[in-house]
């Protein structure tokens, strides 16, 4: 019997687990939060919270480098580098994390100024900040740690202590209320959390051979190829944060501020459920990376029709529910008369939730295959586009403008996508244009769908049509197996 653990259901489990069940804690512990520490304490944790996530950039892109590379190794059977490539890899990692602790330990007056907190409130936003920063270098090299892990598809490891992390991000700070409503003990909390889950990774890798500590030397051969890789992962890694925020920022000021929620709550709830298609393509990656190192151009093709069906299978259905009982969905939630203002920009931002899944399909190919530069290439062409889009929409149709045009922005990179990848892996042509027409014809239906005077009715048919997603993607992923 073949383990299951060596599934892609199973890895694709984990990975959905690992980011969806601290979401939904989340969704719980936020009021709670919010209630205890008051809007000021409330809005710098989340800015803490920002900052842990914004300094994991500092990795350099190696982490996904390495989950490359070693893909790469172990796809040809050549692994007589791999402890040095992994060696390489968590010194340089360990040595911008703490780069990256002393910058923020020495800016941390800045930022809380820049905050502008009462003063009340401003020692305790330093030392908070600078506890931070002394888990900064434990982000990073958990970022080297999982990539290591990616590659050898330990997916039930890596989100068991994911999971874990995910939940103490949100249960620390909450345990720290019963004592004290000053940040600085949930600040000290959250770091000693990042410095467990890491020894954690370490044990792991270690215990299953992917980290040999008395192995393997630092190289600056294998550097440079980590670096080479890994600078163009940071270059996107840049830019899309700032194309995330740009149209928030342009509201506030093109707009009118008050009008933001009406778009910020829709994009955030279609934001929050990107974790979906990053937990697919997370599995599918290192596999990718595998087959193309192997020299297996027919496996690949076949692998990325799959991984193609397999997203607008599981993504298509979610969009769909959302977007056709949007109306009712705001209605209850918030109010009317939210609902009546913020139903058309959700549906737009349910096209572009699709359209940018499956864009995430031909974005790992080409990372796969060595190509990051072309990914970071075409968003250095999009941002001024987007830029320019983004304000006339905004001056000619208001705040739907914004949804419009962060829509189109996904559509334009899939089509890019597709068409490099078409060019890069000649094999992937036939099934990136099946896919193009099955989005478009995806969103038609999705439009029509909406139409239908019956709330019950079009229950019943994004459930139908949800229960078909999981019929065609159930027997894809149960029948993949990681190093097939």
């Known amino acids: ?263 910020a709550i829709p994009g955030d709830l279609v934001n929050r459920l990107s974790f979906v298609p990053i937990a697919l393509v997370g599995v599918f990656f290192p596999a990718f990376a595998a087959h193309w190192s192997a020299g297996e151009p027919e496996k690949l093709a076949s692998l990325y029709k799959d991984a193609a069906i397999v997203m607008f299978a599981v993504v298509y259905p979610i969009a769909l529910g959302i977007y056709a009982l949007a109306p009712e969905g705001l209605s209850i939630w918030i109010n009317e008369q939210f609902s009546h203002q913020s139903t058309p920009l959700l549906h737009w931002l349910c096209a572009g939730l699709i359209i940018n899944s499956a864009a995430r399909i031909p974005h790992a190919l080409l990372q796969a295959a060595g190509r990051p530069s072309i990914t970071a290439k075409l968003h250095l062409i999009e941002l001024p586009i987007y830029a320019v889009a983004l304000w006339q929409l905004l001056l000619h149709f208001g705040i739907i403008g914004a949804a419009i045009a962060w829509t189109g922005r996904m559509a334009l990179d899939y089509l890019l996508l597709s068409a490099c990848s078409a060019l890069a892996i000649p094999g992937s042509r036939r099934s990136s244009a099946i896919m193009i027409i099955a989005v478009a014809a995806g969103i038609a239906l999705m439009v029509a769908i909406a139409l239908l005077p019956s709330l019950w009715m079009k229950f019943a048919l994004s459930l139908s049509i949800g229960l078909t997603g999981i019929a065609l993607a159930a027997p894809i992923v149960f029948r993949l197996r990681h190093n097939d």
């Not at 163009?232 to 506030?252: E, F």
């Open 1 to 263: 019997m073949r383990n299951k653990n060596n599934s892609f259901a199973h890895s694709i489990g984990w990975n959905l687990a690992g980011a969806g069940i601290p979401l939904a804690f989340a969704f719980f512990a936020v009021p709670s939060l919010l209630a205890g520490y008051g809007n000021e304490r409330f809005g710098l944790l989340t800015i803490i919270w920002a900052l842990i996530g914004y300094f994991s950039i500092f990795d350099f892109g190696i982490g996904r480098a390495l989950t490359k590379l070693v893909s790469d190794r172990l796809g040809r059977k050549n692994t007589e580098d791999l402890h040095d490539v992994t060696k390489t890899a968590l010194f340089t990692m360990g040595f911008l994390g703490v780069v990256a602790c002393v910058l923020l330990t020495a800016t941390a007056p800045l930022l809380a100024s820049a905050l502008k907190l009462d003063d009340s409130l401003r020692t305790e936003s330093i030392v908070s900040l600078r506890i931070l920063a002394i888990g900064i270098p434990f982000v990073i090299l958990s970022a080297g740690l999982i990539g290591l892990l990616e590659a050898r598809a330990d997916f039930h490891a890596i989100n068991k202590i994911r999971l874990l992390m995910g939940m103490l991000n949100f249960g620390a700070p909450l345990l720290m209320l019963t004592w004290t409503h000053s940040l600085v003990p949930a600040t000290v909390a959250l770091a000693c959390a990042r410095a467990v889950t890491t020894a954690m990774y370490f044990r792991i890798s270690t215990r299953n051979g992917a980290l040999d500590v008395s192995s393997g030397h630092f190289n600056r051969r294998n550097l440079k190829e980590l670096l080479g890789f890994g600078s163009w992962i940071t270059l996107s890694n840049l830019i899309s944060p700032l194309m995330a925020q740009l149209d928030k920022v342009v509201i506030g000021s093109v707009v009118a501020l008050h009008l933001l929620p009406f778009y």
